[in-house]
């Protein structure tokens, strides 16, 4: 009964190809989010959704675009994959969107991305 | 604007000893804080939060940590550290008006048996 749920686990690939990072939460939460943790472990916030609706875009380049069919899926879809792109990718829910104390975030495993 | 630092990247402890992780924010009304253990591999899990109200806080796997204004921080503390406790350890900061946390560079337990 997993929580927060990621899809691969790992994911290795060359440059210039297209992948999907799928992530899935069963807590009923309204507010989805992807976070990018580089190779000095810093986590950066890159996207937001509430309610399947995009809240947070933090600069990331547009090769990155993320999608929420619903409310429980956030996926990520990455365009044109460089080498600065291999990182590990949180996954994240929460209650919603008051930042009241409701609001904690819960995360997934992670996907670790390769590009050669 | 809101930050953290953890002023230590690496921890060293022996199994059984104490620890205590070290956590200061910058932020001018009280925040939300929270700390969470990344395990080699793993995602980040929840240890504990600070919201309201008593300011030494339980979380699990036997940590507690404590909040005081004075000195704007959140160390993270354990009486008696296990092999199985040796991971990354992040603090965050939230304000109430804010639902997202920032977090700190982490810092990296090693236990020694």
């Known amino acids: 009964d997993t929580a927060v749920s990621q899809t691969p686990k790992y994911l290795v690939t060359q440059m210039g190809n297209d992948k999907s990072i799928k992530c899935e939460q069963n807590?009923?939460?309204?507010?989805m989010y992807w976070y990018k943790q580089d190779s000095k472990k810093f986590l950066k916030i890159m996207f937001s959704?509430?309610?399947?609706?995009?809240?947070i875009n933090e600069t990331v380049p547009n090769r990155f675009s993320p999608k929420s069919p619903d409310k429980a899926h956030l996926n990520l879809h990455i365009n044109s994959l460089e080498l600065g792109d291999s990182a590990v990718y949180f996954c994240?829910?929460?209650?919603?969107?008051?930042?009241?104390?409701?609001?904690?975030?819960?995360f997934g495993p992670g996907t670790r991305l390769t590009v050669l | 604007a809101q930050s953290v630092t953890q002023p230590d990247i690496h921890i060293t402890v022996s199994e059984g000893a104490s620890l205590e992780l070290r956590c200061n924010y910058s932020?001018?009304?009280?925040?939300?804080l929270f700390w969470y253990v990344q395990s080699p591999g793993q995602g980040l899990q929840l240890l504990l939060k600070?919201?309201?109200?008593?300011?030494l806080v339980q979380g699990i796997k036997g940590f507690e940590a404590e909040f005081k204004r004075s000195q704007s921080s959140f160390n993270l503390r354990k009486p008696s550290v296990h092999w199985s406790d040796a991971a990354e350890y992040f603090c965050?900061?939230?304000?109430?008006?804010?639902?997202?946390?920032?977090f700190g560079r982490g810092t990296s337990l090693i236990v020694h048996p």
């Open positions: 932020y001018g009304a009280t925040p939300y």
């Open positions: 600070y919201f309201s109200g008593d300011t």
């Open positions: 994240a829910s929460s209650q919603g969107l008051a930042g009241g104390s409701l609001d904690t975030q819960y």
């Open positions: 807590l009923g939460h309204d507010t």
């Open positions: 959704y509430n309610n399947k609706e995009l809240i």
């Open positions: 965050a900061v939230r304000s109430g008006g804010s639902y997202i946390p920032t």
